[in-house]
């Protein structure tokens, strides 16, 4: 199972988005392989969607809040045909947890190893490999390290730290 973390116009543009992530859209060539490692394996697929609508100083028309919203679009045709999981906050909310726990709890081959990838490791990464890893806590979870980063190297060093401590593994 592969959770891909807000990998969205807002993020990942260097120029329009309002909460670009420094080199994000760096990541995307090899997320896109990573896409297609689990397709080929029939794996399930989730994809986190940030969405940020009331932020005090988003002064942008709603045309652009949306475009900010979507997903960024070299991996826009890739991930529509996976799951999305909209998030208002930094974590899946716990409907969507507990939908995706029913869902794959007797599925063995999907949830004996989860991979997450994307922006930011510090904040929305390491919020959403928590509630993974409450859901399926004898799962082994994989944070892919060059998959992953934030504006502050500092933190997402210390969330990788935080989340080596948590028993995850760091690749």
């Known amino acids: 199972m592969l959770f891909i973390i807000d990998m969205q116009n807002d993020f990942l543009d260097q120029k329009r988005g309002k909460m670009s992530v420094k080199d994000a859209d760096v990541l995307v060539p090899r997320v896109l392989e990573k896409i297609e490692q689990y397709e080929a394996k029939k794996d399930k697929i989730f994809y986190t969607l940030n969405i940020h609508e009331d932020m005090k100083d988003d002064n942008r028309s709603d045309e652009e809040k949306k475009w900010g919203q979507s997903i960024y679009h070299l991996l826009k045709e890739k991930l529509e045909k996976h799951t999305p999981l909209k998030k208002i906050y930094y974590g899946i909310t716990p409907e969507k947890a507990s939908w995706i726990k029913e869902e794959y709890k007797d599925k063995k081959d999907y949830v004996e190893k989860i991979e997450i990838v994307g922006v930011e490791t510090h904040i929305c990464v390491l919020s959403n490999a928590i509630v993974i890893q409450n859901m399926f806590p004898d799962s082994k979870i994989i944070i892919d390290s060059s998959l992953c980063t934030s504006n502050d190297l500092k933190l997402h060093q ?9 028993k995850m593994e760091i690749l």
Do not use: D, P, Q
């Open 158 to 166: 210390s969330a990788l730290e935080i989340m080596r401590g948590l």
